[in-house]
């Protein structure tokens, strides 16, 4: 018996796997089963590299349905979204997109049909990589903007110690000082003194940001 299965990717910027879903019904999709990808990112991982994209293809098989909310769900770039459309089409799974209610069919034998069919599938996948390089874009710029307007923000916290403080600290860690004795040589807390220990490398590196 074939099922339609309705599969979403949410970013952390990106709205609810809930409210694609309604979306869905509401277009008049009666679907059997929801899988979900959270947090994940559409431009650098490909359906099958993600936890339960890869399900599908286990899951989906001759006369399913899959629905999406578009057909950039189903890739990273126009490559992967055409290669996995026809992947699935060759399995005779028929893949639907709530977004401008388009249908990918692989039985279609009619020349005319296919040649259509497959100037969508171009079109759609060329479109939706299109899209999510102008997204990537515009976060690079925005994070660009508010690295100018808010440099401390992305600096992370301010070390409260200066970089003669820190070299002194590793010189006494190197001489195989304690912790306690440290922080009391140097006048930090322990707590500074250990976060040092445990990753000077991180501490090195902010330090640099801060110019310090």
């Known amino acids: 018996m074939s099922k339609t299965i309705f599969y979403a990717r949410v970013s952390t910027n990106e709205q609810t796997s809930d409210h694609q879903e309604q979306q869905a019904r509401q277009a008049g999709f009666d679907i059997d089963e929801v899988v979900t990808d959270h947090g994940t990112s559409g431009v650098t991982t490909t359906l099958a590299e993600r936890p339960n994209g890869k399900r599908l293809f286990d899951m989906l098989r001759e006369g399913d349905v899959l629905v999406v909310r578009w057909v950039d769900r189903l890739g990273r770039n126009y490559q992967d979204v055409t290669d996995t459309i026809r992947v699935f089409m060759r399995r005779g799974v028929i893949i639907k997109t709530v977004i401008n209610t388009m249908t ?9 049909q296919e040649a ?6 171009l079109f759609m996948a060329a479109t939706a990589q299109a899209q999510a390089e102008a ?8 994070i660009a903007f508010h690295k100018a307007a808010s440099p401390e923000k992305f600096r992370g916290r301010k070390p409260t110690f200066d970089r003669k403080t820190y070299d002194q600290v590793i010189a006494l860690l190197e001489a195989g000082q304690g912790h306690s004795a440290i922080a009391k040589a140097t ?3 322990r707590n500074a003194v250990i976060r040092i ?3 000077p490398a991180k501490v090195d590196a902010t330090l640099t940001r801060w110019n310090m």
Do not use: C, H, W, Y
């Not at 997204?135 to 925005?142: I, L, S």
């Open 135 to 142: 997204t990537k874009e515009a976060q690079k710029a925005g």
């Open 187 to 189: 006048g930090l807390q």
């Open 104 to 112: 990918f069919d692989g039985s279609a034998t009619d020349p005319t």
């Open 197 to 199: 220990a445990m990753n």
């Open 116 to 121: 259509v069919r497959d100037a969508l599938i």
